[in-house]
């Protein structure tokens, strides 16, 4: 079935699909009053799309099983050779991996917009921005009033202030239950402590990546990739920590972003171990270059060759040959 849905952009850098067809005259950039899993709050409508239900109802049930199954996690560590990666790579992998295994998956979920935003909403919006903000500030002191070893970063109070939402991070499990009675008894409402990761850390502060453009995290909007070591792996690069991690620590994002182009420009490419003959010299595929097409061979005389793919042509009994003058 084929429906036609809102995305909205709310809380920071969350989007999330809404149903819309019971709202009249809705329009890009409106704002509405929306009821997400965590409450009521105001977002704002960033375009429209039509969609499968059905295929999306599928993609979940599949998602779901390669959470649980972790099916990823083996296809990765069967296809790369463990020497060739640092003790601290394995670590920062690994906490990626486990942090996939944790995140409820509800990227596809379809939630229900209640309302157009009228003035009353918004106003009652930029009150709770001010007050979240005051919030953060007495948070901070109760804190250090706990001596609690941890990093208050952001606040939020719900539209119908139902719930007051401090995010944190810290370097291990903390026990904040002394610190929630002392925050519900001070602003009379629901209190929720949630502990982040350091990628939406980074995400929250913003900065540059070594590309030197601003972070993917913070461009790219919506819930955070699972990136493997595969990935960078994939695309040709050095399994150095310092080259393939960003600024939260982790494995960069734009591993993520890119790996899908990557493996579909080297689909039709030879593998690496690739057996050839060049210029009636026996070779091997050493390396590939998909963005240029260019393959590395070396020769059986150890001799270290570009060549572009199209210059490969297959034999009558099925052999890769490549008669041309080298680079």
């Known amino acids: 079935m084929i429906k036609n849905i ?29 009821e997400t899993d ?24 599949i998602n779901s099983d390669n959470i649980e199954n972790n099916d990823e996690i083996h296809e990765d560590n069967e296809t790369i050779n463990e020497e060739e990666i640092s003790e601290e790579l394995k670590d920062i992998a690994a906490e990626e991996e486990n942090n996939s295994v944790k995140v409820k998956n509800n990227k596809n979920k379809i939630f229900n917009i209640l309302r157009i935003a009228d003035e009353k909403d918004l106003e009652q919006y930029r009150i709770n921005m001010e007050d979240a903000a005051e919030a953060f500030k007495i948070c901070k002191e109760k804190v250090n009033n706990h001596n609690l070893d941890l990093k208050l970063i952001s606040s939020y109070y719900f539209l119908d202030r139902a719930k ?19 925050l519900a008894a001070h602003f009379k409402t629901r209190i929720e402590l949630r502990q982040i990761g350091v990628r939406d850390e980074a995400r929250s502060i913003g900065g540059c990546g070594i590309c030197g453009r601003e972070l993917c ?8 990739e699972t990136i493997t070591i595969k990935m960078a792996k994939e695309q040709g690069m050095l399994l150095n920590t ?14 993520a972003h890119e790996y899908k182009a990557y493996c579909a420009l080297k689909k039709d490419l030879p593998k690496v171990g690739t057996k050839l003959v060049f210029n009636n010299v026996p070779a091997v595929i050493k390396e ?31 052999f890769l040959i490549a008669n041309i003058k080298a680079e």
């Open 164 to 182: 007051l939402l401090f995010e944190f991070i810290a370097e291990e499990r903390i026990d904040f239950r002394e610190l929630v009675k002392d």
């Open 38 to 61: 965590e409450g009521v709050e105001i977002g704002h409508v960033l375009n429209f799309e039509d969609i499968d239900v059905d295929l999306l109802e599928e993609e979940n049930n």
């Open 242 to 255: 310092m080259k393939i991690s960003g600024q939260c620590g982790r494995l960069m994002c734009c591993l």
């Open 6 to 34: 809102a995305h909205i952009k709310f809380r920071g850098s969350n989007i999330g699909k809404f149903e819309h067809l019971h709202i009249e005259n809705i329009k890009v950039k409106d704002a509405c009053v929306i």
């Open 288 to 318: 590939l270059n998909p963005l240029n097409k260019k393959l590395l061979i070396e020769t059986e005389d150890k001799r270290l060759i570009y060549i572009s793919v199209s210059d490969l042509k297959t034999n009558e009994e099925g």
């Open 217 to 224: 995290c913070k461009v790219i909007k919506g819930k955070f």
